[in-house]
C-alpha cells in the first residue's frame, strides 16, 4: 500500500493540519479495535518503537506500540506549533519534523517565498528526504495552506516548488484556503494571486477552500443541534464539525476548530478508498488522472455529506437520495460556487459505508439530467465505493467537481488584486525584498487571466447544439 | 440472405478454412508444448478407469475486477461441483464432479482442492480480500504463492498499465505464469479475467496476452473482458476500452464480452434484488461462465467429458480471425427462491433462446418478438444501418449449451436454420451443440449461448463514438502521453475498431 505525507505550512495550515490528525486518529480508532498496525495505518502513520534510540525503529507489522504522523510542520511563528506539541497530539510528532521561526512573515508573499524560501531550502529538502525514507512506497504530498497570509501562501508555494524538483514522481494535492472578500489582511489580494502562479504551474491537483463556506456549514448545523425540534437530536460524534478533543472538552474549542475539522474531514474521505477496502477501490493517483483533462484546469470544488446524523436509527432510502442531492447544492460546497448551474467537466463521487452500486446508479440517472457535462464527456462520472464508513455515520458521500463554477472565485480575486495594484497600494514591501520585480506581480496575474479564459472558452460551449465529430471512413 | 456467391463472401470463406485447418490441428495434436519448453513433450496421461486427462487451462485474474470476477468463478463451479441435486444418477454425478475438479483445481496433500488460476494486481488490497475469502470457504483455496501485486495501482491509466508496470514487472510475471504452467502435462491455454475500463486488467492486460502469444505460441488465449457501465465507473474508460480492445485483437483468440449494464439489469428485472452490489454482479456472471465450462459430453451419445472446452469453444466459434467478439446469454434466470417453484420446458427455453439471438434481446425478459430472419431466396436486404434495435442479428457461428433433466429431448432445428448465419458458412459449421445431464447450479433445465455474431456491434460502436468525441477535443490524452502512449497509438486503435465495427457490419 503507498503512503501520504502530510506538508502543513503557516498558522491556517498547521490548524487544519491538527484537526485532521485529530480525526485520523479517531477513526482508526473507531476500526482499529485489535491494535494491530495494518495497511490502512500505514497510509499516513509510522509504527515506532520509541523505546529504542535515535529516530525509533519502523515495525512494519504486528502490535501497534508508538503511532508517528508522517508529516512535516512548518510555520516561521512558534505559536501553532507549539500548541500542537503541547496538547493531545504530542506524541504523534516529534521535533525532527518541524521548521519554525519566530519573526513571522508579515503576510507578505515575498518575504514568505523567498526570504524564508531560500534560507530554509536545505532544511526542509532535508527534513522532507528523511520522512520519504521512511516510506517504501510515497505516492502522495498532502500540502495544507492558506493562500491570503505570507508563510503558508509564499513559502508554501516554495515547498511546492521543492517538491517538484526533488519528488518529480510523487502527486501534489494541495488544500489551500482562499481569503474571502472581507479578509483582515489588506494584501491578501496580492498573496493570493502570487501564490495562484504557483498552483498553476506546479500543483497536480488543488482543493480550494473558502472560510465564509465552512463557516455557513457551521451555523446551519448549530442552528439544527440548538433547535430543539421533536426528532432532531443529532448523534455527537458524527458532527462532521467536532474532533476527539472536541467531543471531550467542548467548551475549550478552539473558534476555528469547527470549521476546520470540515476540512480535516474532506481530507480522510478523499483517502478512504485507498486506505480501506470497497468493491470499487479508488486510489489517488485515479483523482488526476479522472478529473484533470487539461493540465491547468486541475481545480477542484468539494462537498460533504451528511453533515450530521440524526439519532434515530432507521435509515430509510430516501435519506440516502437525499445524501446524493445535498452533495449537488451549493449550501454543502467548500467554496463559494454553484456548480449545478455551471459546467461541469468532470465529477467524482467517493462513496463510503452501506452503499451498493445500484444505489450510485439510481442517484447519477436522477440527478444527471439537471446537471450540465461538456459536450465530450457527457458521462464525466467517476465513482468509488468504500466499504467502512466515517465515525458517527452509516454512509457518507464527498463529490468532487471539476467545474466552471469556479470561475467567480478567480475573477473576484483578480478584482481585488487589480484596485490594490493599479494604485500600487502595499507594493514596496514586496518590491524591497531581493528577488522580487514588478514581472512577479504582472506574470502571476497573466497566469491568472490565462486560467480564467480557459473557463471561458468552455463556459461559451455551454447549451450549445452537440454535433458529434466526424468518425474515422474504413474501406473495406 | 441466401447463400451469395459475391466476392467478399468468397474470400471469406476461403480465408476462413485455412484459419480453420490450423486452429483444429493445434486442437488435436497432444504434443504441443509452450516454446519455452522444447523438451517436456509428454503424452497425456491416462489415469487408470477415469479416461484421459483434462486438458489445463490457466485462468489470470487481472486487476481489483478480475480478481473479484475469478473468486466467484471459483466459488461458483465449487459450490456446484457439491450439489447433490445433479438430477442424475449418482454414478453420472461422480464423474461429473471428478472431471470438473481436474479441469479447475489442483490436488493438494491438505485435500483441499486448491484453484488453478494466478492473482495479478498492482496494489494489494483485493488480493489480500481475495485470497482469505476463498481460504475461509474451507472447500476450496488459491494457492500460496499464485499471485504477485505491487504496492501502488495503474490509476485508471491504460498507459501507465502498458508500458510502466507492463515491462517492469514482466520478468516477475512470466515466470509465475512459467511456474504454473510447469505444474501440468500438457497446456492448453489461457483465459484472462479484466475489465477494460481501468489501468491493470485493461492496459497490464493487454501487456500481458501479448507476452502470453509470444511466450506460448500454440496455446490458445480467451479474454473474459468486462464491458463497463454506459455511464461512468471511470471517466476514462472510454479510451481505455479502445486501447485494450485493439491491442486484444491482435494477440488474442477469442474475446468474450460480458456487459455490466445487462448484468444489472438481470439482477434487477429476473433476479429481483433490490440493493444490487458488485457482488451480485460478479455471481451472475461467474453463474453465466459456469454455465459454459463446467464439464460437457465429448460429443453426441458419449460417456466421456470433454477434454478441452475451452479449445472446442474457440475452433467451433472463432472461424476468422477478423471476428473474434463473443457474446454470452443463458436462460433461465432467476432468485433461488422462485427457483424451486418453477418448471420449464425445453420447447419454451429454447425458443426463447432463439428469439433472444436473433432480435439480439440481452435477457429473457422483453424480447422483441417481431424481429424475424429474412427469408432464403429472396434478393438481399438493404444493409440496415446498425443503430437500428429492430435490426435482425446475423450470426457468424454458435454454440448452445444445454444442461439438465431431458436433455436429449431438447429440438435445436430452430438454431440450424440457415436464415440465421451468414453466406460464408454452412449451418453445419456454424452451429455447434454440447448437452449433458448433470444440471447445473441447482437449475434443472438451463440453456447457454455462446454467439459470435453481430451481438457487441452496438456496444462497441457506442464506445467508439463516445472515445471519438473525447479524442476529438483532446481531453486527457496528456495523461497518457505522459506515459508513452502518443495520439498515433490512438488513432491505431481507432482504426483497428472501426474495421472490427465495418466487417461485423457487413454481415
Known sequence: MAQSVVVQVGQCGNQIGRCFWDLALREHAAINKKGIYDDSLKNFFRNVDTRRNGDGVDISKGKIRSLKARAVLIDMEEGVVNEILQGPLKDIFDSKQLITNVSGSGNNWSVGYKVFGSQYRDQIVEKLRQTAEHCDCLQCFFIIHSMGGGTGSGLGTFILNVLEDEFPEVYRFVTSVFPSGEDDVITSPYNSVLAMKELNEHADCVLPIENESLFDIVSRINQMVTSGKPGTTVKPESLITLNEGGIKKKLQEKPFDTMNNIVGNLLLNLTSSARFEGSLNMDLNEITMNLVPFPQLHYLVSSLTPLYTLADVNVPPRRLDQMFSDAFSKDHQLIQADPKHSLYLACALLVRGNVQISDLRRNIERLKSALHFVSWNQEGWKTSLCSVPPVGHSHSLLALANNTCIKPTFIELKKRFTRLYKKKAHLHHYLQVDGMEESCFTEAVSSLSSLIESYNELDVTKGLPIHDPLRLNIVI | ?507
Open chain 2, 1 to 507: 440472405m441466401g447463400f451469395s456467391s459475391s466476392c467478399y463472401g468468397r474470400k471469406m470463406r476461403n480465408s476462413m478454412v485455412s484459419w480453420l485447418e490450423i486452429r483444429l490441428w493445434h486442437q488435436e495434436d497432444f504434443s504441443l508444448s509452450p516454446i519455452c519448453e522444447p523438451e517436456q513433450v509428454t503424452e497425456p496421461f491416462t489415469a487408470p478407469g477415469k479416461g484421459l486427462v483434462a486438458m489445463s487451462v490457466v485462468t489470470v485474474q487481472l486487476g481489483q475486477c478480475g480478481n473479484q470476477i475469478g473468486y466467484e468463478v471459483f466459488d461458483t463451479i465449487c459450490r456446484d461441483l457439491h450439489n447433490s441435486q445433479g438430477f442424475c444418477c449418482k454414478r453420472e454425478n461422480e464423474v461429473y464432479q471428478a472431471s470438473c475438479k481436474e479441469h479447475f483445481f489442483n490436488e493438494e496433500r491438505s485435500g483441499v482442492p486448491v484453484a488453478r488460476a494466478l492473482l495479478i494486481d498492482m496494489e494489494p488490497k483485493v488480493i489480500s480480500q481475495t485470497l482469505l475469502k476463498a481460504a475461509r470457504s474451507g472447500r476450496w483455496k488459491y494457492g500460496q504463492h499464485s499471485h504477485f501485486c505491487q504496492k501502488q495501482g495503474s490509476g485508471n491509466n491504460w498507459a501507465y498499465g502498458y508500458s510502466v508496470h507492463g515491462p517492469k514487472h514482466e520478468e516477475s510475471i512470466m515466470n509465475l505464469i512459467q511456474k504454473e504452467v510447469e505444474k501440468y502435462d500438457s497446456l492448453r491455454g489461457f483465459s484472462t479475467i479484466m475489465s477494460m475500463a481501468g489501468g491493470t486488467g485493461s492496459g497490464l492486460g493487454a501487456f500481458l496476452t501479448q507476452n502470453l502469444r509470444d511466450a506460448y505460441p500454440n496455446s490458445f488465449i480467451i479474454n473474459q473482458i468486462i464491458w463497463p457501465y454506459g455511464t461512468g465507473e471511470v471517466i476514462v474508460q472510454n479510451y481505455n476500452s479502445i486501447l485494450t480492445l485493439s491491442h486484444l485483437y491482435r494477440s488474442s483468440d477469442a474475446l468474450l464480452v460480458h456487459e455490466n449494464d445487462v448484468v444489472h439489469k438481470i439482477c434487477a428485472k429476473l433476479m429481483n434484488i433490490k440493493q444490487i452490489s458488485f457482488r451480485d454482479v460478479n455471481q451472475v456472471i461467474a453463474h453465466q461462465l459456469g454455465s459454459v465450462f463446467q464439464p460437457t459430453y465429448s460429443s453426441e451419445g458419449s460417456c466421456q467429458y470433454r477434454r478441452n472446452p475451452l479449445g472446442d469453444l474457440m475452433a467451433s466459434l472463432v472461424p476468422h480471425p477478423e471476428f473474434k467478439m463473443l457474446g454470452l446469454r443463458n436462460i433461465p434466470q432467476m432468485s433461488e427462491n422462485s427457483l424451486s417453484y418453477t418448471t420449464f420446458a425445453w420447447t419454451g427455453l429454447l425458443k426463447h433462446l432463439r428469439q433472444m439471438l436473433i432480435s439480439n434481446a440481452k435477457m429473457e425478459e422483453g424480447i422483441d418478438w417481431q424481429v424475424r430472419p429474412p427469408l432464403l431466396g429472396l434478393p438481399a436486404l438493404e444493409k440496415v444501418p446498425h443503430n437500428k434495435e429492430s435490426h435482425f442479428n446475423t450470426s457468424i457461428a454458435n454454440l448452445v449449451i444445454l444442461r439438465g433433466k431431458d436433455v436429449h429431448s431438447a429440438d435445436l432445428g430452430g438454431f440450424k436454420d440457415p436464415a440465421l448465419y451468414t453466406s460464408w458458412l454452412q449451418p453445419s459449421d456454424a452451429f455447434s451443440e454440447w448437452r449433458t445431464h448433470r444440471a447445473f447450479n441447482k437449475y434443472e433445465k438451463s440453456a447457454a449461448l455462446v454467439s459470435n455474431s453481430q451481438f457487441l456491434l452496438k456496444p462497441l460502436d457506442t464506445v467508439i463514438g463516445k472515445a471519438w468525441n473525447m479524442f476529438a477535443s483532446k481531453a486527457y490524452v496528456h495523461q497518457y502521453t505522459k506515459f508513452g502512449i502518443e495520439e498515433e497509438d490512438f488513432l491505431d486503435s481507432f482504426t483497428v475498431l472501426e474495421q472490427v465495427v465495418a466487417s461485423y457490419c457487413n454481415l
